[in-house]
């Protein structure tokens, strides 16, 4: 079955220290990935997307992830961390069997202390 | 529109009671998404409309459950007969249609917060 797993519920970090979320995924062939990050009473705010190509991936806000397909990780990370990073990150893959449904992970907090 | 809007943002309804939740897609998405987000759990997929049809309707978690889009924009998702195991907040993303992956990416609104009491 297709399955995304994000390992840490909660993931802790100074500001100005570098961060990592992390993420594997379970699904044949080559996974479409992405990340989103939603903050309080707001929706998901798409971050960053892996198709094809490089496997360091760049996105919004100084992030970046980077896939690696021996593994079968996408970790999130950043080299600074702000306080304003602090939010509910969702790693999600695309179904292989739709051309449009994601099937996300169960998201991790990152609280970035001052 | 700028972005996805759904309406309301929190609804607080009684248990056994019926409730409307709308999503106003961004302007030109054909692909509408709904999806399901309960306390301390990821998202759900619930049901996705490309146009007014919507082929895929496999993560609706009960006949209670319906939805429908008019002219190719908003979408209401209707819950009938509420129970408090439906109480979490209900998201709504849309997207181009696209077979191009790296062009189809799904654009998220703010969500409705729904307590069944």
């Known amino acids: 079955a297709q399955s995304v797993a994000q390992p840490e519920d909660q993931v802790n970090v100074a500001e100005g220290n570098p961060l990592t979320v992390k993420c594997t995924y379970s699904v044949s062939g080559n996974p479409y990935l992405f990340w989103y990050v939603q903050y309080p009473n707001r929706g998901l705010q798409f971050l960053l997307k892996?198709?094809?190509?490089?496997?360091l991936v760049k996105g919004s806000y100084g992030f970046e992830a980077e896939f690696n397909k021996s593994q079968t990780s996408f970790h999130l990370k950043k080299p600074s961390a702000l306080v304003s990073d602090s939010a509910l990150y969702f790693c999600a893959v695309r179904d292989k069997d739709s051309s449009y449904k994601l099937i996300f992970g169960s998201g991790t907090r990152l609280l970035v202390r001052p | 529109g700028a972005g996805v809007s759904q309406s309301p943002s929190n609804k607080v309804t009684e248990k056994g009671k019926d409730v409307e939740l709308r999503c106003d897609p961004i302007?030109?998405?054909?692909?509408l998404y709904w999806y399901r987000q309960s306390l301390g759990q990821g998202l759900e997929f619930l049901i996705y409309?490309?146009?007014?049809?919507?082929?895929?309707k496999s993560g609706l978690p009960s006949d209670r459950f319906s939805a429908e889009r008019t002219g190719g924009s908003v979408s209401t998702l209707t819950i009938q007969r509420t129970q408090q195991e439906d109480s979490a907040v209900y998201l709504c993303?849309?997207?181009?249609?696209?077979?191009?992956?790296?062009?189809?990416?799904?654009?998220f609104g703010a969500g409705t917060r729904l307590s069944v009491l």
């Open positions: 409309f490309q146009g007014n049809s919507a082929p895929d």
């Open positions: 993303a849309s997207s181009l249609m696209t077979l191009q992956p790296g062009k189809n990416i799904q654009y």
């Open positions: 892996y198709i094809t190509g490089d496997n």
């Open positions: 302007s030109g998405h054909t692909a």
